[in-house]
């Protein structure tokens, strides 16, 4: 059964840093690109980063770019967001979600973890 | 970088009733590399279709996908009370990896 387990979420102050982590199992992870899509309180889904399957490749919204670090170990079947420099504009439930297309960059996903929440505020 | 717009904002349907749900790209996806999500309250997005118009492992027939191009739909056949919930498009066809659109939400009339 395939699973995804965020952790790392939690209340940090404008400024400050955070980092997430998802725990995969369940599948190959070497095989797969995966994802991080936030939705802040009340508001749709938003694509935030991305990584390949064997994390040469690494992917960015321009609201994040430069302040986000997107890194997997593949030894470990870890996906990690390093966030520095936090707006209250990222505060949202943080997914991460697996690509359902073998060593492809762009891939619909089916299959999500339940989020963590991030809370930007002083 | 492609924008996708869905419409309605809000659907307001009656059990029974079948439902139409609109995405338009800004530019042509050219592999149709479309898909559907279903969101409920407090609950990850759950995957509906991929590729515009192939149904997810698990999902009723009664939800189908159509489209090309720019223009996309799901369908809804006939309502269930289970099926109210917001709906989002997603494109995987070109930068950046993935696109959202701004949701559609099936409710109650």
């Known amino acids: 059964e395939v699973q995804l387990l965020e952790s790392g979420g939690g209340l940090v102050q404008p400024g400050g840093s955070l980092r997430l982590s998802c725990a995969a199992s369940?599948?190959?992870?070497?095989?797969?690109?995966i994802y991080w899509v936030r939705q802040a309180p009340g508001k749709g889904l938003e694509w935030v980063s991305g990584?390949?399957?064997?994390?040469?490749?690494?992917f960015y919204a321009d609201c994040v770019k430069g302040r986000f670090t997107i890194s997997r170990d593949n030894s470990k079947n870890m996906l990690y967001l390093q966030m520095n420099s936090l707006t209250t504009e990222d505060t949202a439930v943080y997914y991460c979600?697996?690509?359902?297309?073998?060593?492809?960059?762009?891939?619909?996903?089916?299959?999500w973890g339940q989020g963590t929440l991030v809370t930007v505020s002083s | 970088e492609v924008v996708l717009t869905q419409s309605p904002g809000t659907l307001s349907l009656s059990p029974g009733e079948r439902a139409t749900l609109s995405c338009r790209a800004s530019?042509?996806?050219?592999?149709?590399?479309l898909a559907w999500y279903q969101q409920k309250p407090g609950q990850a997005p759950r995957l509906l279709i991929y590729?515009?118009?192939s149904r997810a492992t698990g999902i009723p027939d009664r939800f189908s996908g159509s489209g090309s191009g720019t223009d996309f739909t799901l369908s809804i056949s006939r309502l269930e009370p289970e099926d109210f919930a917001v709906y989002y498009c997603?494109?995987?066809?070109?930068?950046?990896?993935?696109?959202f659109g701004g949701g559609t939400k099936v409710e109650i009339k």
């Open positions: 997603q494109q995987y066809d070109s930068s950046p990896p993935l696109t």
């Open positions: 530019q042509t996806l050219s592999s149709s590399f």
């Open positions: 990584i390949s399957a064997s994390g040469a490749g690494t």
């Open positions: 590729g515009a118009s």
């Open positions: 369940g599948f190959t992870f070497t095989t797969y690109g």
């Open positions: 979600a697996k690509g359902a297309m073998p060593g492809a960059v762009r891939s619909y996903t089916h299959y």
